[in-house]
């Protein structure tokens, strides 16, 4: 393994499972950047791969919001239903105040 290849491993943050529609999700902590310097990127999920991404260099409370956020992205997708940003920010902030994001985090958690 090279050097270069080595660091990139450190940066990645621990994996996590998670079934979303009958498809097994991998969760994946990592530094992530937005391809506009001037936004942050919480989250991303490549829909063909199962795999979802959440950004590990923002606060946890943020990170269990993100989960939610891509977690419904992937239930939209899954059923072909489309979808927009301020109708999945709505529903993910409203579920993470009932405690959603924590529950969803303990479940990947145990999964992986
Ligand atoms: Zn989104």
Redesign the pocket.
Known sequence: MDKKKNKETLREGRKMKLNIGGHEYTIQERTLKASDSTKELY?SHLVKDNMIFINKDIAQSRRRETLI??VL?AVFYNRGIEHD?PL??TLSNGLHQLGIGDYLWKKARKKS
């Open positions: 989250g956020h891509e992205h940003e999945i920010e």
